[in-house]
């Protein structure tokens, strides 16, 4: 299994994640076709903070189930939580904000969230 190292843009949020990187989720819901995010979804066990969780600040809307995670310094959005179908702990990781990664060589699926 593989380490990735990633964070904001102005690195006040730092996390490891573990596991491979098949694929990434391109989301077209009002709030991801604003940050343009590339979803990569792990259990939340397989994410860990480098930095303070109180270094974060959180959103929610709609039926406030998935808490948008981003840096109240430079507003980059490195994360998400929420639960899984299965209903277990899960995160929505940002690809984009992993070190090293070729985005091109991901494959992409796109998910119609503006219809849910």
Known sequence: MTIHQGSCHCGRIRFEVD???????????????????????VPRAALRLQTPESDTARYTFNKHVIQHVFCPTCGIH???????????????????????????????????????
């Open 19 to 41: 596991g491979t990187i098949d694929s990434g989720l391109s989301c077209n819901c009002s709030i991801c076709q604003r940050k343009g995010s590339l979803l990569w979804f």
């Open 78 to 116: 490195p994360y998400g939580e929420g639960k899984g179908p299965n209903g277990d702990p899960m995160a929505a990781i940002n690809i984009r904000c992993i070190e090293g990664i070729d985005l091109a060589a991901v494959p992409v699926h796109h998910f119609d969230g503006r219809s849910k």
